[in-house]
C-alpha cells in the first residue's frame, strides 16, 4: 500500500511563473491537507480538502494560491506569478476521515519549490 | 486563533540521557495531541499521540504528558540514542468534523554519541 506520494519532489521556477505541485493521497484516504515548512521553521497550516470540498482554507494566502481536490486524480496545490518568499517545502498529509477522530496525518515526502 | 507553542526550539544532550520538549496550546476545545518526528529531507512521521481523556501515555522509550486545566502537553524521550536526532514536532486538533491539525514551531534535537 504506497504512501501519500508527491511530485514533483523538486520544482524550480522563474519569478512570475506557475508551480503545480500534485499529491496523490494514501489508498482509502478521502482527506487532504498542505502544509508550507519555510527553512528550519514549523509546518504552516494551508488548506484541507476533501472530495470536489475545501473544507477549510484559512490558511491560504489570499492572491495567487489555489488548492483542488478533484473526484478523479490527485490533489493539486497551484501558485501562480511566484515570487522568491514562495519558496519553501510544500507538504501533502492525507487521513482516512477527521483528522484527530480517526487517527494520524500520514505525509508526503514533500515539494521543494525553489524560485528564482 | 489557534496557536501552538514549542519550547526549547533547540535540545543537545549526550547518548543515554533523557530529552524533554514541551507545548502549550491555545484552542481549550483541543482533544487530540499528536507527535511527529520528522528526518532530514523527509516528511513527518507520528511517533505518538494522545487524546483529552487520557493524561500519559507511554510506548517504549517515549511517554507522553497532558495537562488540559493548563493546557501544555509534553514529550519525554529516555535513554536516547543518535538515531533520535531529529525535528519534532507537537500539534493539537479537535475530533469534530473538518477541522485542521495545528502544529507547534518544532524542536531540533541532537543526541551526541
Known amino acids: 500500500n504506497a504512501g501519500v506520494m508527491q511530485n514533483p519532489r523538486h520544482l524550480v521556477r522563474r519569478r512570475g511563473q506557475e508551480a503545480r505541485l500534485r499529491c496523490s493521497p494514501m489508498k482509502g484516504h478521502s482527506h487532504v491537507y498542505w502544509y508550507r515548512q519555510l527553512p528550519e521553521e514549523g509546518l504552516k497550516f494551508m488548506v484541507y480538502l476533501q472530495k470536489e470540498n475545501i473544507i477549510d482554507e484559512s490558511g491560504m494566502p489570499k492572491e495567487r494560491f489555489s488548492a483542488e481536490f478533484p473526484k478523479e486524480g490527485p490533489s493539486i496545490l497551484r501558485i501562480q506569478q511566484v515570487v522568491r518568499g514562495d519558496s519553501a517545502a510544500y507538504f501533502c498529509?492525507?487521513?482516512?476521515?477527521?483528522?484527530?477522530?480517526?487517527?494520524?496525518?500520514?505525509f508526503g515526502e514533500g515539494s521543494r519549490l525553489t524560485v528564482l | 486563533g489557534e496557536n501552538v507553542e514549542q519550547h526549547p526550539s533547540t535540545l543537545s544532550v549526550q547518548e543515554g540521557d533523557s530529552a524533554v520538549i514541551k507545548c502549550t496550546y491555545s484552542?481549550?476545545?483541543?482533544?487530540?495531541f499528536p507527535w511527529y518526528k520528522q528526518e532530514l529531507g523527509k516528511g513527518p512521521q507520528l511517533i505518538i499521540d494522545?487524546?483529552?481523556?487520557?493524561g500519559e501515555k507511554k510506548d517504549q522509550r517515549i511517554a507522553v504528558t497532558l495537562n488540559k486545566t493548563a493546557k501544555h502537553f509534553s514529550l519525554h524521550i529516555t535513554e536516547t540514542q543518535p538515531e533520535d536526532s531529529a525535528v519534532y514536532f507537537c500539534?493539537?486538533?479537535?475530533?469534530?468534523?473538518?477541522?485542521?491539525?495545528?502544529f507547534g514551531a518544532g524542536t531540533r534535537l541532537f543526541v551526541k554519541a
Open positions: 500539534a493539537a486538533s479537535r475530533d469534530t468534523g473538518g477541522f485542521k491539525t495545528i
Open positions: 484552542d481549550s476545545a483541543s482533544n487530540y
Open positions: 494522545i487524546r483529552s481523556n487520557v
Open positions: 498529509a492525507s487521513s482516512f476521515g477527521l483528522a484527530g477522530g480517526t487517527g494520524e496525518l500520514f
